[in-house]
């Protein structure tokens, strides 16, 4: 199931083409404004609410337990 695995660091949907948002369109070069766009105003926001992971080196999401499908392992 898509919505079990991990996702990306950054998504980009056209809704009204792509209302389910199956089509990640982020690395498209037409949309690299929107996406410098984006990220100075999330990085502004992060400031602004005092972010705790901001200029953290731990993910701490990336600790919690993971429940999609596990890659598998060559015996």
Do not use: C, H
């Amino acid at each position: 199931q898509v919505s079990l695995e991990k996702r990306p660091a950054r998504e980009l949907y056209i809704l009204t083409n792509d209302p389910d948002q199956m089509n990640n369109v982020v690395a498209a070069p037409a949309n690299a404004r929107i996406i410098k766009n984006l990220k100075k105003k999330l990085d502004l926001w992060r400031k602004q609410t005092s972010d705790p992971l901001l200029g953290s080196d731990k993910e701490i999401f990336d600790t919690y337990p993971y429940y999609g499908r596990q890659a598998k392992t060559e015996q």
